[in-house]
């Protein structure tokens, strides 16, 4: 097998200097380079990383897809990958997609030509994951999806509903997010299981996005279309913080004109007046859970062609947007 | 040269298996895998993709250093660089430092290993960055930094001086980030400018950290140290309200008991009661812009080793935290 010193001693320079060149770890001047260059061709040395690369076919990098960096929620998700990620040496591509499919299908292109080890989405549409590369959904999954941490949100959903149920609730608003996604339907059939079942009435109005860009101008439509409801259930915590500020402004007192419930529980849903009750999700924990799913079908310690999916059961997150129970 | 079909020959397989090997992109047998790659080394064939990576000595990935992912303020930059890199197609490598030179170095590392086209640093420790990788500092720099793209942060400084001047201010404390980060020194400096030529006179709280996850905690050491402060100067948003939101628990009604300013602009400082008065950086802009500069060096329309520092102005964003100019 060709070394490096074979290399060295083609090109006439030193070990060190083919070394250099190869880890781009200093200076290596114009000539040496090209003799290295010609004597890598010729002895047809291929170098470890690359050599590795080759044999392994992946590199120790992650692809990571999430919808919205700017939400909150998910850079405390993305916390807890790149911690995990970290402490087994393995780094994150951060592809941000905006809830766009076209925009998860380039970052998927790219994963693929970096050949990355394996892929973290967090992704609400229907993108085709490459077949071969380990992959674990996060947060929100598709029902062909085999391995995914995500929160129970059908159960988050119930609990909505039995706490608006306690309240007195009068007209009831939910405000979903998009129907196609998967858990934007789960949280909605938990609410209305509740509901329906005490009979309790209610509107829907459904938004097409989630995407903090969107949230001010939603908060906006829904006091201009429903000024007099007593009861809104935000899709998100950044909707529900938007809305509670629009209606400030137009001088709702909150929750005694209008109460409201958010999803998710960011740490700025406690920094607004009142402050906000909602669902919340352990994102720091579904980040560092699902990593260390995907490391073990990497390592293959659980087989890439098995599934696993695990659910975590969110909880109440008591504040004081909703009137209290009497 | 040896081309792919050369490969498939030799190893008496089709072009399309030996491209699914290469490009990782399906499946491809044990024996037939072996064949190929015995056929590589035997023809001295680079494939494309690292025949290019050794050529250039990097692939098109920037590694991109930030300080807390989960400050609002760092993902809206973040997605400025994500943005301008996805379009002239660079994938970003994430390393959240969480404030510490340790994890920033080890992140080094890691990106050297990857050879990365260049590197984005927001970090205001004094992590040495690998020579002869283009890099270009965003937000925060130090002295020996050859390109920047920051806001003015003097000037910054002074724009809070001078808000703060007008204002019925009383008492006043500067709570300031780590004084070792030169922002926190410049911003510093502007306000002192200030209240030095008014004679208006300030006590200093120096914090050990920027980071998210103390907010609540200097917030409470704050009050307690500081019960009957009439004005607060905050180092950052994430403070800012953490400070708000602690005094309304214990009944100071802002800002008539006391007033407060942050610094940075993050959207969730709109959510709060009162809104926020702060000093806007333009987060995306830095972002963007950090991007393009860094580009124009890896692609040499710029000199690496010429010097570039670009300084945009901050401005005053009023909101409701500040009692009314009498």
Chains 1, 2 share one sequence.
């Not at 040496?32 to 890598?40: E, F, N, V, Y």
């Not at 609410?191 to 996005?209: A, C, E, G, N």
């Amino acid at each position: 097998m060709t070394t490096i010193r074979d290399v060295a001693d083609e090109a006439g320079v030193s070990v060190a200097t083919v070394s250099r060149l190869i880890n781009n770890s200093g200076y290596v001047g114009e000539q040496s380079r090209q003799k290295i260059l010609t004597a890598i061709k010729k002895l047809n040395y291929i170098p470890n990383e690359i050599a590795r690369s080759l044999n392994k076919q992946s590199m120790k990098i992650l692809g990571l897809l999430v919808p919205d960096i700017t939400n909150p929620y998910f850079p405390s998700l993305i916390k807890g990958v790149e911690q995990c990620a970290m402490q087994h040496g393995y780094m994150l591509l951060l592809g941000n997609t905006e809830g766009q499919e076209a925009i998860g299908e380039n970052y998927l292109h790219f994963f693929k030509q970096y050949k990355v080890a394996g892929l973290i989405k967090i992704d609400g549409t229907h993108l085709n994951t490459p077949e071969n590369v380990p992959t674990v959904s996060l947060d929100r999954m598709n029902d062909h999806d085999r391995f995914a941490v995500v929160s129970d949100d059908f159960y988050g959903g119930k609990l909505i509903g039995q706490a608006i149920k306690e309240t007195n609730h009068g007209s009831i608003l939910i405000v979903t997010g998009p129907l196609d996604i998967k858990v934007s339907q789960l949280r909605l059939q938990g609410m209305q299981s509740v509901f329906d079942q005490h009979k309790i009435t209610y509107q829907i109005y459904s938004t097409p996005s989630f995407q903090m860009e969107f949230a001010d101008q939603v908060a906006l439509e829904i006091i201009h279309n429903y000024p007099n409801i007593d009861t809104v259930i935000a899709p998100n915590d950044i909707y529900a913080l938007a809305l509670i500020q629009a209606w400030s402004q137009f001088g709702y007192v909150i929750p005694k004109n209008v109460q409201i419930i958010g999803y998710d529980g960011i740490v700025f849903g406690a920094y607004a007046h009142p402050g906000l009750t909602t669902i919340e999700q352990p994102a720091y924990q579904i980040g560092y859970q699902g990593t260390e799913l995907l490391l073990a079908i990497i390592n293959q310690q659980i087989d890439q062609q098995s599934s696993k999916i695990i659910q975590i059961k969110p909880q109440l997150l008591q504040r004081n947007s909703l009137r209290e129970v009497e």
